[in-house]
């Protein structure tokens, strides 16, 4: 039986994010 860890944390919701350059300014991003 395979056990995996998952780490989380919070990403910046801040109306100054800008969501147009997800890639460039936060790295990579998954949902969980």
Known sequence: M???IVIGHR???TP???LD???GG???MDLL
Request: no cysteine; net charge positive.
């Open 26 to 28: 936060a790295g990579r």
């Open 21 to 23: 350059d997800l890639a």
């Open 11 to 13: 990403a910046s919701t």
């Open 2 to 4: 395979r056990r995996f």
């Open 16 to 18: 100054e994010f800008p």
